[in-house]
C-alpha cells in the first residue's frame, strides 16, 4: 500500500492505494515544515481514522508540502513520518515538485502554481531547476489568493474599495480597521487569514473592481515568473495548478495570451495525477 499526500496552506489531501486500487481519500489540517514540529503531526496523523488503521499496511509514502523547501525542513517531516509509518519508506518533496509531476509526469515544461500562494519553476522532466522565486507571503505570491487578500483588505482600510462592495465586505466579515490589523499582523499564521478572500472575490466577480484586481494579479504573476523562464525555455508549454489559477481561468488564459504563453493544462488539485503517477510505479 503507498500514501500520496498534497499539503496546501489549508488542507492536506490524503489518498491510500494498493496495487492501483484508491483505498482511502480524505483531508486533513494542512502539514507544514515550517510551521509544525515532529510533535504537532505525529498528533494529527495519531487523530485520523484511516491512518491508524492503515498505518502497519502502508510500506511507500509520497508527501508534498510547500514549506519541504530545505533538507532540514524535509527531514523534520520525515522523522515524524516513520514513527507513524514504521514499515514505510518515507519520500518528501515541495510542492512544485508534485506540481510538476502531476501536469507534466515525464515531460518537461515551465509549471506555476496559483493557490493559496504563487511559486513557477522549469521542469525538465525528472527535476525542477533552481531559481529566486517562491519567497512567500510577506516577499511575493502575486495573484494567488494571499496576494487577493492583500488587496481587497488595503482597499477597504484605504476606502478605495466601492461603496457597495466596501458594504457587503462589511457584512459578510463584521470588519473593523482593529480587527484587520490584529489578524494580519499578531495571528500565528496570517498567510491563512489573508487567502481567506477568494469566496469574496468569486461571490463579486462580475464587478469591475474584482475583475481589474483578479487581472492585475495575474500579470504581476506572469511578468515576475512566466516571462522570464519562457525567454529561457522558448519551446516550453506552461502549466498550471491551484485554486485561484482554476478557478478564474478567463482572465489568466487572456493574460498569458497576451504575453505570448501557451496554456497547456490548468490543474485544480494535482493529488489525483499524483496518485496515478505513483501507483504505476509501485
Same mark, same amino acid.
Given at each position: 500500500?503507498?500514501?500520496?499526500?498534497?499539503?496546501?496552506?489549508?488542507?492536506?489531501?490524503?489518498?491510500?492505494?494498493?496495487?492501483?486500487? /484508491?483505498?482511502?481519500? #480524505?483531508? $486533513?489540517?494542512?502539514?507544514?515544515?515550517? #510551521?509544525?514540529?515532529? %510533535?504537532?503531526?505525529?498528533?494529527?496523523?495519531?487523530?485520523?481514522?484511516?491512518?491508524?488503521?492503515?498505518?502497519?499496511?502502508? %510500506?511507500?509514502?509520497? *508527501? *508534498?508540502?510547500?514549506?519541504?523547501? /530545505?533538507?532540514?525542513?524535509? &527531514?523534520?517531516?520525515?522523522?515524524?513520518? =516513520?514513527? *507513524?509509518?514504521?514499515?514505510?519508506?518515507?519520500?518528501?518533496?515541495?510542492?512544485?515538485?508534485?506540481?510538476?509531476?502531476?501536469?507534466?509526469?515525464?515531460?518537461?515544461?515551465?509549471?506555476?502554481?496559483?493557490?493559496?500562494?504563487?511559486?513557477?519553476?522549469?521542469?525538465?522532466? +525528472?527535476?525542477?531547476?533552481?531559481?529566486?522565486?517562491?519567497?512567500?507571503?510577506?516577499?511575493?505570491?502575486?495573484?494567488?489568493?494571499?496576494?487577493?487578500?492583500?488587496?481587497?483588505? %488595503?482597499?477597504?482600510?484605504?476606502?478605495?474599495?466601492?461603496?457597495?462592495?466596501? %458594504?457587503?465586505?462589511?457584512?459578510?466579515?463584521?470588519?473593523?480597521?482593529?480587527?484587520?490589523?490584529?489578524?494580519?499582523?499578531?495571528? +500565528?499564521? !496570517?498567510?491563512? *487569514?489573508?487567502?481567506?478572500?477568494?469566496?469574496?472575490?468569486?461571490?463579486?466577480?462580475?464587478?469591475?473592481?474584482?475583475?481589474?484586481?483578479?487581472?492585475?494579479? #495575474?500579470?504581476?504573476? $506572469?511578468?515576475?515568473?512566466?516571462?522570464?523562464?519562457?525567454?529561457?525555455? !522558448?519551446?516550453?508549454?506552461?502549466?498550471?495548478?491551484? =485554486?485561484?489559477?482554476?478557478?478564474?481561468?478567463?482572465?489568466?488564459? &487572456?493574460?498569458? $495570451?497576451?504575453?505570448?504563453?501557451?496554456?497547456?493544462?490548468?490543474?485544480? &488539485?494535482?493529488?489525483?495525477?499524483?496518485? /496515478?503517477?505513483?501507483?504505476?510505479?509501485?
Amino acid at each position: 500500500m503507498i500514501a500520496v499526500v498534497y499539503s496546501g496552506s489549508h488542507i492536506a489531501d490524503w489518498r491510500l492505494s494498493n496495487k492501483g486500487k /484508491t483505498i482511502a481519500s #480524505f483531508k $486533513t489540517s494542512s502539514i507544514n515544515p515550517q #510551521f509544525n514540529d515532529e %510533535k504537532h503531526i505525529q498528533q494529527l496523523l495519531n487523530k485520523n481514522i484511516n491512518l491508524i488503521h492503515h498505518a502497519e499496511e502502508v %510500506k511507500r509514502v509520497y *508527501f *508534498f508540502s510547500a514549506g519541504a523547501s /530545505t533538507p532540514e525542513l524535509k &527531514e523534520l517531516i520525515s522523522k515524524a513520518m =516513520s514513527a *507513524f509509518f514504521k514499515f514505510a519508506k518515507i519520500t518528501v518533496g515541495h510542492d512544485m515538485l508534485a506540481a510538476a509531476i502531476a501536469c507534466c509526469k515525464s515531460q518537461e515544461g515551465i509549471v506555476c502554481i496559483c493557490g493559496s500562494g504563487s511559486n513557477a519553476a522549469w521542469y525538465d522532466g +525528472r527535476k525542477l531547476a533552481v531559481n529566486n522565486y517562491g519567497l512567500g507571503y510577506v516577499l511575493a505570491d502575486e495573484g494567488s489568493a494571499n496576494w487577493l487578500g492583500r488587496q481587497l483588505i %488595503k482597499a477597504y482600510m484605504n476606502e478605495t474599495l466601492p461603496e457597495h462592495l466596501k %458594504k457587503s465586505f462589511q457584512h459578510r466579515y463584521d470588519a473593523d480597521r482593529k480587527t484587520m490589523l490584529e489578524k494580519v499582523y499578531r495571528s +500565528r499564521q !496570517p498567510a491563512l *487569514f489573508l487567502s481567506s478572500f477568494t469566496d469574496f472575490y468569486s461571490e463579486n466577480y462580475n464587478d469591475p473592481f474584482i475583475r481589474q484586481t483578479i487581472t492585475k494579479g #495575474f500579470t504581476l504573476l $506572469t511578468d515576475t515568473y512566466l516571462v522570464p523562464l519562457k525567454e529561457k525555455h !522558448p519551446r516550453a508549454n506552461v502549466h498550471f495548478t491551484g =485554486s485561484v489559477a482554476a478557478l478564474f481561468q478567463t482572465e489568466l488564459k &487572456e493574460v498569458t $495570451t497576451a504575453a505570448g504563453l501557451q496554456v497547456e493544462s490548468i490543474l485544480r &488539485e494535482p493529488i489525483n495525477n499524483l496518485l /496515478t503517477y505513483y501507483s504505476n510505479k509501485n
